[in-house]
T-cell receptor
C-alpha cells in the first residue's frame, strides 16, 4: 500500500531563516506531487505541484520554492522566511489522469517568530 | 473557472443529530467531486467521492450525491457522533492541471 511521509512534524523558525520541508511517498511510481498551505482557520492553498522529476509548477508567487530531485521526493524550501509563511503545510500525492484523487501526508506545523 | 462554494461554519450539533453540509460547484465539463475530512492536527483524509452525475458516494455513514442539475454535492449523515468532530472540505477535480479545487472547509463540533 502507499504511504506518504512528511517531516518535520513541527517547526519553529525565526524570520529570515531558511526552510526545508521534505515529503516522500512509498508504494507508487511517478505520482503527481503537491504542496498546500493551510493558514490558521482557513482553507487550502495550492502552492506547487509536480508531474515528474524536475518538473515544478507554481500556483502562487511567493518566497517559497519547490524541488523534486527524485521520483517520490518533494521538497519545499525558502531562503528567508517571513512571518506570513506560518501555517500548516501539507504534501499530497495523486495518480492524476481522470480521477484527481489526492492523498495527504500528516502535515508540518510551521511557526515563524 | 472551476470553483467550490461550501457552507460556512462552524456547525455545532448534539450527538445523534442529522448533519447536512452544503457544497455547490462551478465547472466546465463533468468534474469528479470529493469530500475530505481533517481531524485536529492531522492531514486530510478522503472521505468519499463521486465521479459522474447521480453517483452517490458513501463511507462511515456519510453520503453525498452528485447532482448535476443543481451543481451540488451536499454531505449528509443521519446520526453524528462525537468522533465526527472535524473540518470537512468539499473539493472538485479540475481539468488540465490535475488539481483539486477545495472549498474553505466547515468545522463540525458534535457535543455529547
Amino acid at each position: 500500500s502507499q504511504t506518504i511521509h512528511q517531516w518535520p512534524a513541527t517547526l519553529v523558525q525565526p524570520v529570515g531563516s531558511p526552510l526545508s520541508l521534505e515529503c516522500t511517498v512509498e508504494g507508487t511510481s511517478n505520482p503527481n506531487l503537491y504542496w498546500y498551505r493551510q493558514a490558521a482557520g482557513r482553507g487550502l492553498q495550492l502552492l506547487f505541484y509536480s508531474v515528474g522529476i524536475g518538473q515544478i509548477s507554481s500556483e502562487v508567487p511567493q518566497n517559497l520554492s519547490a524541488s523534486r530531485p527524485q521520483d517520490r521526493q518533494f521538497i519545499l524550501s525558502s531562503k528567508k522566511l517571513l512571518l506570513s509563511d506560518s501555517g500548516f503545510y501539507l504534501c499530497a500525492w495523486g495518480l492524476g489522469l481522470a480521477t484527481y484523487e489526492q492523498y495527504f501526508g500528516p502535515g508540518t506545523r510551521l511557526t515563524v517568530t | 473557472g472551476d470553483s467550490v462554494t461550501q457552507m460556512e461554519g462552524p456547525v455545532t450539533l448534539s450527538e445523534e443529530a442529522f448533519l447536512t453540509i452544503n457544497c455547490t460547484y462551478t465547472a466546465t465539463g463533468y468534474p469528479s467531486l470529493f469530500w475530505y475530512v481533517q481531524y485536529p492536527g492531522e492531514g486530510l483524509q478522503l472521505l468519499l467521492k463521486a465521479t459522474k452525475a447521480d453517483d452517490k458516494g458513501s463511507n462511515k455513514g456519510f453520503e453525498a450525491t452528485y447532482r448535476k442539475e443543481t451543481t451540488s454535492f451536499h454531505l449528509e449523515k443521519g446520526s453524528v457522533q462525537v468522533s465526527d468532530s472535524a473540518v470537512y472540505f468539499c473539493a472538485l477535480g479540475g481539468t488540465g492541471a490535475n488539481n483539486l479545487f477545495f472549498g474553505t472547509g466547515t468545522r463540525l463540533t458534535v457535543i455529547p
